[in-house]
């Protein structure tokens, strides 16, 4: 990394423009046993590639409770998602149609764990939205599972899946086969219907639970039935559940056959690059894909990079313990750019590791390049210091992340609620911004790509969780940028306290670039008021210097904002008009925001009660000009 030289504070009047939100960061509370109407519109949170828009809601649960969740909607194809509390990443569970009454959604889960989750209700795909009902509902206790019939290495067995079998924790009813195994011993189950998809999995009972190891829905080559090849990692007994998609019903046969050794896997060490080819002569892997598999030695706390380059066909990766067969790390395209994997990971034993070297497609073939190699630890950050301005360099001497990227970081001191804001400018390339705690391993708080709205630029926004030294990382966003960029870091104080406003009260207030951000990254200014059940209010806000948004919600005890209602253009093309009833007694919050990022000036924001009778077209009413303090 080239000597970052510090300059002046930056400007002030720097514009704004929100990182792309965390997990849940403003999820509604959402209690057992509850139905709630919403609706996503435009103002909600959306996907980091515009996929689809959505709405969180949290919740706690027991371990081992049974929950089911509904999402019914008649504006957009619903899609249910679950996911541990303030853990990014993968969901824990997902569901698009299985109510099975059209595109509405039930996704049943149980926890393993007690503690708080995020249910997410969204779009399957596209940002349209519209009006929803969401439910969730404890699921009654589960019948006890009738005990498995036996089946022997070898052998076939016909059964019936009908009405009067036993339901799984997601729907579908099933036939259970229990057999022993010793640990590495490998077979091949198959499930043939002609009356139903099926579906095979395999796993073994915890207690009532069913933890699966395994599962094929359509064997390789094509057709429906299913051909599933599976080693034990364990001596024990383990359990096979003959079932089908969409709850089908009807005869089939199961079987259970000991399964071909595996390939043998080709010697790689640490340094080597290997040329491999794929096509129809290469070994099948227990997924029925072409892959070549490597082993090499490692070492407890070594770090190792494993990338896998290809100009015919998509790559995927696969890093495995070859004492266990345990998966430790899958990469599809993460060597930054195009479909090339990547694999960065620290050992974690003394023993030898398996790569499955393959295609994304079951049909993959060509050439290849595989390459082993062992990474030093990153260099210890920059200390900086908010307010100032670093300029810098990407190199190819810089330390590379767990994705390829080249980067620089940098460490500060924050205060817990303290909000900070970083800027990367790069003409050289598209720049990316990370922020997290310091600590053995980097995990992002916090990234953005494109926040600062004026072209490739980042600007990310973020309130510290807690006291601590907190790194900022600046990179390209692929694998291949390079060159010179200046960072500036900001200090932006304590997020504004609510004012107070009186219903029949008019407040004018000026938006600047102090103001509290939205998610969506628009400034806001947020008002107390307080109204009696059945109420019925009509909130307005105008202003000449930006298109004016009123978001009314209510703040839980956790200090979380929950929106129950939003005007956009009802008053004017950009004047908003709200007319509401209150719910129930007590304290309301109304936050008088920017529709969009970077926008900032003088407004004024009403709060009245409806007039008796009154029914206006708000677009025939005349505009109100706002003349800024």
């Known amino acids: 990394m080239n000597r970052p030289s510090l300059a002046a504070a930056v400007s002030t009047v720097a514009l704004l423009w929100a990182a792309a939100p965390a997990l849940a960061q403003d999820a509604q509370p959402l209690r057992i046993g509850a139905t709630v109407n919403g609706a996503l519109t435009d103002a909600d949170g959306k996907a980091a590639d515009d996929d689809y828009r959505y709405d969180d809601y949290r919740f706690d649960a027991r371990a081992g409770q049974r929950l089911e969740a509904i999402l019914r909607s008649d504006a957009f194809d619903a899609f249910l998602a679950v996911y541990a509390d303030g853990v990014e990443g993968e969901p824990l569970a997902t569901d698009d149609d299985g109510l099975e009454d059209g595109t509405n959604a039930r996704l049943r889960f149980t926890p393993e764990r007690a503690g708080a989750y995020v249910l997410r ?47 799984q924790e997601d729907g579908g009813r099933y036939d259970a086969y229990a057999f022993r195994a010793n640990a590495g011993d490998r077979f091949v189950v198959t499930l043939d219907s002609e009356a139903f998809d099926p579906l095979v999995r395999v796993g073994r009972m915890n207690g009532p639970d069913f933890v699966e190891i395994g599962s094929n829905d359509d064997a390789p080559g094509g057709g429906l039935n299913s051909r599933l090849t599976f080693t034990a990692p364990t001596a024990g007994e383990y359990v096979i559940r003959a079932t089908s998609l969409e709850d089908g019903l009807g005869r089939y046969e199961v079987g259970l056959a000991e399964a071909p050794p595996a390939a043998p896997s080709k010697p790689i060490a640490v340094g080597d690059e290997i040329k491999g080819e794929l096509g129809s002569d290469s070994p099948v892997n227990d997924g029925g894909q072409r892959a070549d598999t490597y082993r090499f030695t490692g070492t407890n706390g070594q770090r190792v990079a494993i990338e896998m380059k290809s100009s015919d066909f998509d790559a995927y990766l696969t890093l495995r313990r070859a004492s266990d067969d345990t998966v430790l790390a899958e990469d599809d395209d993460g060597a930054g750019s195009g479909t090339d994997s990547r694999i960065a990971r620290t050992l974690d034993a003394d023993g030898d590791y398996i790569i499955e070297a393959r295609g994304f497609s079951d049909e993959a073939e060509g050439d290849y390049t595989l390459t082993l190699t062992e990474t030093a630890p990153p260099p210890p950050p920059t200390p900086a210091t908010l307010g100032q301005k670093v300029e810098g360099e990407i190199t190819d001497e810089d330390p590379q992340g767990d994705d390829g990227k080249r980067y620089d970081a940098y460490v500060f001191t924050g205060t817990e609620g303290q909000r900070v804001q970083a800027i990367l400018r790069s003409g050289d390339f598209d720049a990316y911004l990370e922020i997290g705690e310091v600590g053995d391993t980097f995990e992002a708080l916090a990234s953005d790509d494109d926040g600062l709205a004026e072209g490739t630029d980042s600007r990310l926004n973020f309130t510290l969780p807690s006291a601590d030294d907190y790194v900022v990382r600046a990179s390209p966003l692929d694998s291949e940028g390079k060159g010179l960029y200046s960072l500036e870091l900001l200090d932006r104080g304590p997020e504004p306290k609510p004012g107070s406003l009186l219903v029949g009260g008019t407040v004018r207030g000026t938006l600047s670039n102090s103001a509290a951000l939205s998610d969506e990254g628009a400034y806001f200014d947020a008002y107390r008021f307080q109204a009696k059940k059945d109420e019925k209010l009509r909130i307005t806000m105008v202003s000449n210097a930006f298109d004016s948004f009123i978001d009314l919600g209510q703040v839980d005890d956790d200090g979380d904002f929950s929106s129950l209602a939003t005007d956009d253009d009802g008053l004017s093309d950009a004047h908003a008009k709200l007319d509401w009833t209150a719910p129930d ?30 029914s206006v077209a708000a677009h025939d009413e005349a505009p109100i000009v706002v003349t800024p303090k």
């Not at 699921?139 to 009738?146: D, G, L, N, Q, W």
Request: hydrophobic content about 30%.
């Open 121 to 167: 209700a969204r779009t399957l795909s596209g940002l349209d939205g519209g009006d929803y009902r969401l439910s969730l509902q404890e699921r009654p206790a589960a019948p006890r599972a009738p005990r498995p019939s036996g089946i022997r290495l070898g052998a076939t067995e016909s059964g019936e899946l009908t009405a009067r079998d036993p339901e």
């Open 585 to 614: 007694d007590g304290w309301y919050l109304v936050r008088a925001r920017a529709y969009g990022p970077n926008q900032t000036g003088a407004y004024a924001l009403t709060v009245e009660r409806q007039p008796a009778g009154a």
